[in-house]
T-cell receptor, first 118, second 109 residues
Framework: GAVVSQHPSWVICKSGTSVKIECRSL??????MFWYRQFPKQSLMLMAT?????????EQGVEKDKFLINHASLTLSTLTVTSAHPEDSSFYIC??????????????FGDGTRLSIL | DAKTTQPPSMDCAEGRAANLPCNHS???????VYWYRQIHSQGPQYIIH???NNETNEMASLIITEDRKSSTLILPHATLRDTAVYYC??????????FGKGITLSVRP
């Protein structure tokens, strides 16, 4: 399956700072990547679907102006948390979709980024 | 995605088989059953998936009932490193994954 690298693995920053998280597909050309958020003791919640060369599709309740997604190449998607506040502190995880066309393939996940806003 | 139901937790002894059940009574014909697991503070890991036939790989076996309304993930010889949250998800091609609460498996020495 696809190998997914996520960077940084953890970050601590002050309130009001913008933070960029990178998700790289190391061995697979990913036209679609996904961004999830996970709060403590909760399950993963999909934030947005990142499509190479086009705008991301955001889930209901996720502010697109606050969580900027760029997917400029087939191997890299970035999530920027703009003007982060303590309530944005969470575990952010990206995944690569192995599916093409009508095939049904698993998603492969990065190891996540733990974001702590002071 | 069809809704799936899993018990909140279970445990098993190290070296024994762990059988993790999942109900997906509203699964549609084109939806596969996927299993992922998440070890603490890591991203989810794909385990196995199937449509209607039983499947086996180096990690686990997946047994799907004939009516496809339920399935069981089998870890044949559980180790301490298998302690994790296991998610059963039913979804079709190109659809989004919807994670439920999963089942927390605790493997005891």
């Amino acid at each position: 399956g696809a190998v997914v690298s996520q960077h940084p693995s953890w970050v601590i920053c002050k309130s009001g700072t913008s933070v960029k998280i990178e998700c790289r597909s190391l061995d697979f050309q990913a036209t679609t990547m996904f961004w999830y958020r996970q709060f403590p003791k909760q399950s993963l919640m999909l934030m947005a679907t990142s499509n190479e060369g086009s705008k991301a599709t955001y889930e209901q309740g996720v502010e697109k102006d606050k969580f900027l997604i760029n997917h400029a190449s087939l191997t890299l998607s970035t999530l920027t948390v703009t003007s982060a506040h303590p309530e944005d502190s969470s575990f952010y995880i990206c995944s690569v979709s192995g599916s093409t066309g009508n095939s049904n393939q698993p998603q492969h996940f990065g190891d996540g980024t733990r974001l702590s806003i002071l | 995605d069809a809704k799936t139901t899993q018990p909140p937790s279970m445990d098993c002894a190290e070296g024994r088989a762990a059988n993790l059940p999942c109900n997906h009574s509203t699964i549609s014909g084109n939806e596969y059953v996927y299993w992922y697991r998440q070890i603490h503070s890591q991203g989810p890991q794909y385990i196995i998936h199937g449509l209607k036939n039983n499947e086996t790989n180096e990690m686990a076996s997946l047994i799907i009932t004939e009516d496809r309304k339920s399935s069981t993930l089998i870890l044949p010889h559980a180790t301490l490193r298998d302690t994790a949250v296991y998610y059963c998800i039913a979804h079709g091609a190109n659809s989004k994954l919807t994670f439920g609460k999963g089942i927390t498996l605790s493997v005891r020495p």
